[in-house]
């Protein structure tokens, strides 16, 4: 298969760039500066919010743009502000939020490079069903508040993402039932527990292919990898997508190409040949 001399490559983070420890393995370091030094931009595409990315990758020459809340955001960050964003309504969260309030559900808001969660439902971090090492990284990556989330609203700048676990198959069910009465939402599943909603129009795909508009970078010199739900727009819209071999069935289907685990590292690995 011929492949295109890279001008950006935009990576999904947790089970993609990062190894499920969540540290960067060595041949993705190994990577940025290769990126750095041929002028390629590296683009983490990431479901988190912009202060979630790791501050190796952020602080790296190779990171000039960051894609958070799974294309709601699109920042800038060496200038350190958003450069676009797709924002849910107000009015849609709080009626979503009504239809939850009395569920075992955690409801978290990303906003203004946060993701706020209620301080009343904190207990329940230790009872939905993750892996240890992602409930830590949740309970120390949130920012807890005494406001209920229709009180923070008016307090934050725009939210665009909520992230929804569930204890119960009642809670998946009201949330499925809310977000389709919204109307202009949608979600994706990332894991057992866990549903991500956003605008309709906030997706990885969306925002890669305006962040590749903006900057002239032609379509087929862009790659993307990914593993999961939430990467299947952004594999299909980049020139080449690529899935981890550690990924779902269908990042696998969505992609033209494997790349070894992220365990290993593998997004550097497969890069290595092409630079």
């Known amino acids: ?18 190894a499920p420890d969540k540290s960067i393995p060595a041949a993705n370091l190994e990577l940025m500066d290769q990126l750095d030094a041929c002028g390629v931009e590296l683009v983490p595409c990431t479901g988190r919010h912009v202060g ?25 960050a060496e200038a350190r502000r958003d450069i676009h964003q797709v924002a849910m309504p107000a009015e849609r969260i709080v009626g979503l939020y009504e239809r939850l309030r009395d569920l075992p559900v955690i409801i978290d808001a990303f906003a203004d490079g946060h993701a706020y969660s209620e301080q009343a439902r904190k207990h329940l971090f230790d009872q939905i069903d993750v892996p240890e090492g992602l409930r830590a990284y949740l309970k120390g990556g949130r920012t807890f508040t005494e406001m209920s989330i229709p009180e923070l609203l008016p307090t934050v700048g725009p939210v665009t993402k909520l ?6 198959e009642e809670g998946a069910r009201a949330i499925d039932e809310g977000i389709a009465e919204a109307g202009c939402l949608y979600y994706v599943q990332t894991s057992a527990s866990n549903y991500e909603a956003m605008h309709v129009d906030a997706t990885k795909g969306a925002a890669l292919t305006w962040l590749a508009h ?12 990914g593993d999961n739900n939430n990467d299947l727009t952004m594999l299909a819209a980049a020139g080449h997508g690529v899935a981890m071999a550690n990924g779902n069935d269908a990042a696998k289907q969505a992609a ?7 365990v290993d590292g593998g997004v550097g690995l497969f890069m290595r040949e092409l630079l």
């Not at 298969?1 to 990062?18: E, G, H, I, N, Q």
């Not at 903006?214 to 990898?225: D, H, N, R, T």
């Not at 033209?256 to 992220?262: D, F, G, I, Y």
């Open 214 to 225: 903006e900057m002239g970078w032609p379509i087929e010199q862009v790659y993307a990898f």
């Open 256 to 262: 033209e190409s494997v790349a070894p685990p992220a």
């Open 163 to 168: 992230s929804l676990f569930f204890v119960d």
């Open 1 to 18: 298969m011929s492949m295109d001399a890279p001008r950006a490559v935009f990576v999904d983070l947790d089970d993609t760039f990062l």
């Open 52 to 76: 979630g990315v790791p501050e190796a990758m952020r602080a790296h020459p190779c990171v000039r743009h960051i894609v958070a809340s799974n294309g709601g955001i699109v920042h800038d």
